[in-house]
């Protein structure tokens, strides 16, 4: 029997996703359908999500006739699910090239296929969803008040406290197990967040507000010679995964930042780091849902404006520093 796999959120199931899992169906005998849990969605999808509940969702993917199971994760991304089920078919929608599908290198390693396969026109999940919010305030304009961006910034850090406690948490912990574990760390960013990249690094070799030992971290992003030589001999996508190539190594971790959560350098890097069995944090704002779906964990600053993103990223760094300081100290006594 041919199992196809293929997943995603299904948050609102439209005609898009029907003719998607029709086509998918039938490379194959058996079609599972992996399904983000709610946890997972909330963290890939940001504020708002998900629309309807996973045992929901599941209701209505197994009442489909080209659907045969359906299995929830809680993780990010269905690699675990992938690797259990052992597909002979692995499948995603056209807005993934087989490049960025999660998984493709394990089902081809076992003599599988993998297709990304042309969407639907005129159906998109998220542009439903904007629909649904287009009521909702827009971003505020070059003309307006110092007071409205304040207001914006004290707005986005509220949510920030009352959301990313549990996840700051955890990933300061997966960076203190990478040190701990005699690995390093890697980090990535374009622009602001490439200054984000160093300073983070810099608090980690340095120190932040206490005296430990120093830990290992290199920001991809200051090596002049080695940043426009890459991009010159090969181009810019390959600008940190020529670094990763050299220096990431499995059992490290890789922080990837991207605003937008679709930096096409930043996703290669994310890639390329997953070939090599490092752990990725993704850092991005509320938009950046591909850059959540391809990392291992997630932040996802609560706001769509960058400014407002990278403010929250700064803070995220200085938490991480704090805690990881904390972790040392009590591992001292």
Known sequence: MKTVFTNGGFDILHPGHVDLLKRARSLGDRLVVGINSDESIRRTKGKGRPIVSQEARKAVLLGLESVDEVVIFDELTPQRIIEEIVPDV??????????????????????????????????????IIESMNSTASGEISAISSLDASIVEHQDALTEFRATLQPQIEETANVIYETFKAGKKVLICGNGGSAADSQHLAAEFVGRYETERIAMPAIALTTDTSSLTAITNDYDFDRVFVRQIEALGNEGDCLIAFSTSGNSSNIIAAVMEARRRGMTVIGMTGSSGKKLAGLSDHCIMAPSARTARIQECHILICHLWCQLVDSYVAEAAQ
Do not use: M, N, Q
């Not at 089902?107 to 542009?127: K, M």
């Open 90 to 127: 692995l499948v995603k929608g056209g807005d993934w090239p087989e490049s960025e599908i999660v998984g493709a290198e394990f089902v081809r390693s076992r003599g599988g296929e993998v297709h990304s396969l042309p969407l639907l026109d005129g159906y998109s999940t998220t542009a």
